[in-house]
């Protein structure tokens, strides 16, 4: 084996400025694998000189053995050594996972391109002349050091990631779990009886966009001869409007309707809600439908604040749209809403839906709208009311040729027997 | 959604044009603050190049003609397309805030009151 030969040691190579981040490397081990003991301790002894902790092997073997009890930041090592060689040394390094970042020098007299190539191919990071003059040998382990280093961080900016990454996972599942809970309750304030009065039949389908909508319907007894129907719709969707709509029908409830808004008529239920609902700072109301059936005289009394789908299919095929005009809630203070009345007939049904419903487009931007929904739920009319609300379902999904819908849709029957 | 702005006889004209919807509310915010921070006695909303209208933009829409009213500038909005036009009728906005169909009427109505 060729002994290095070394000039003078070089005391005033030039310093290199590590990338900000990176750790000065003077403290750095580097282990140096040489079968000449003169050549290997010459090697050392500049090393040592410039502050590195040098440890020495003799051959490829011993150096694994050293490697993995030492972890050191850069190898230089011989090419040619007995019993394991540079390159099987460098191999086995390269193999080993935790030694893998190690900045490999091959020490080596070849210098034809082929044998550099097959450093590389077998690992190598950088070769040095064993006539590289001291300087040119320092700068290398500098270099190499400066990779290793930059390396470390970006393992540490890798494992932060990941670390993050896990976090975020983990948030996110607990909020996923929490939306599902909020999501639970919402669809637990839903209606449960397909009959919800003698002679009364419901159907539903609730859509919401997301886990949580920001629609919600219901049919509740208000009274022993009176159910309030209702249908409301809260600007947006998501959470915040779903705690909105939950916050609002706490006040339709049978027990709360005479505290806390002191009438059962429509109109003066959604006056009231516009005094409590206010539009918010960000523009945030609701569009509600409020009906009122006096189950004797099959009265209905209703009134809407700015929701507009809500249809009378009668048993003879006529229809009337059950609304007006009027402002959504919170829209302007002091706004008082009309109640109007029908009276229903065996057969009759009353169909509400929320705009996400029948507002779809089509891919080429056209709406469903209001008059192909009413349409749909008057041809259907002597279809079983179950057949009938999934039918309009599926008719404004043909028309978006989508099968999720954007905005949250809920879509409610009622047929009088 | 686009936004582009004009001075007329001291006011401002707001082209709309895309979809109009919960996305809008950041540029269509700052433009109507930008008309504000001007003083502009009237703000005019062209929604003629408006597809679409969602329930946000509709509040987007109520909530300004509230600040607008604070501010002592009068909104109007122009020449909805018909599908824009039935929903607002629906919600009966124009009880709220007036529609026009062009833009001399609005001028005229906001410049005789």
């Known amino acids: 084996m060729a002994i290095m030969n070394h000039p003078a040691p070089d005391r005033a190579h030039a310093s290199v400025s590590l990338p900000a981040g990176i750790e000065d490397s003077s403290a750095a081990t580097i282990l140096v694998v040489d079968d000449e003991p003169v050549s290997c301790t010459a090697l050392s002894l500049k090393l040592e000189r410039r502050g590195y902790r040098v440890l020495q092997a003799g051959d490829g073997r011993e150096g694994v053995t050293v490697a993995r009890r030492e972890y050191p930041d850069v190898i230089i090592s011989d090419w040619m050594m007995p019993e394991m060689d540079g390159l099987a040394f460098c191999e086995a390094v390269k193999a080993d996972e935790a030694l893998r970042p190690t900045y490999f020098i091959l020490l080596t007299a070849h210098d034809q391109p082929e044998q550099i190539v097959e450093g590389f191919n077998h690992g190598a990071d950088d070769f040095v002349s064993k006539a590289a003059s001291t300087p040119e040998v320092i700068a290398r382990v500098r270099a190499g050091l400066r990779a290793r280093a930059m390396m470390r961080q970006l393992e540490r900016t890798h494992q932060d990631l990941a670390d993050s990454h896990e976090l975020l996972v983990q948030k996110q599942e607990e909020l996923e779990v929490d939306l599902q809970s909020a999501a639970r309750f919402v669809r637990s304030l839903l209606p449960k009886e397909e009959r919800p009065a003698p002679g009364v039949r419901l159907a539903w389908k609730y859509l919401p966009s997301l886990t949580l909508g920001g629609d919600l319907f219901g049919v509740v007894p208000w009274g022993d001869d009176c159910l309030g129907v209702y249908i409301l719709d809260a600007s947006g969707h998501g959470a915040s409007a779903a705690l909105r709509v939950a916050s609002l029908v706490t006040f339709l409830r049978a027990d709360a309707l005479p505290q806390q808004i002191g009438s059962r008529d429509p109109g003066e239920i959604l006056a009231a809600l516009n005094r409590l609902f206010p539009l918010s700072e960000d523009g945030e109301y609701f569009t509600i439908w409020i009906g009122s059936l006096h189950l004797p005289t099959r009265e209905l009394r209703f009134s809407a604040a700015g929701h507009s789908g809500s249809v009378l299919v009668r048993k003879d095929g006529h229809m009337d749209h059950l609304f007006q005009p009027a402002l959504p809630v919170g829209f302007r203070s002091g706004t008082s809403y009309l109640t109007r009345s029908v009276t229903l007939q065996a057969g009759d049904r009353v169909i509400l839906a929320s705009d996400g419903l029948y507002d779809v487009p089509s891919i080429n931007g056209e709406r469903w709208g209001l008059a192909r929904f009413m349409r749909a739920v008057l041809d259907s009319r002597d279809r079983p009311l179950a057949e009938s609300i999934n039918d309009a379902i599926v008719q404004a999904r043909c028309w978006q040729e989508h099968p999720r819908f954007a905005d949250d849709a809920a879509l409610v029957g009622l047929e009088f027997e | ?113």
């Open chain 2, 1 to 113: 959604m686009q936004i582009t702005e004009r001075s007329v006889k001291g006011g401002t004209v707001l082209m709309l044009s895309g979809q109009f919807d919960f996305t809008s509310r950041g540029t269509f915010n700052a433009a109507v603050q930008k008309a504000w921070a001007a003083n502009c006695p009237y703000l005019l909303v062209n929604l003629e190049g408006v597809a679409f209208l969602d329930s946000a933009a509709l509040g987007l829409l109520a909530v300004t003609n509230q600040a607008c009213q604070a501010k002592r500038c009068r909104l109007s909005l122009l020449k909805p397309q018909p599908h824009v036009a039935e929903l607002l009728k629906l919600a009966n906005i124009p009880q709220m805030i007036p529609i026009h169909s062009n833009e001399e009427d609005a001028l005229k109505m906001v410049v005789r009151a």
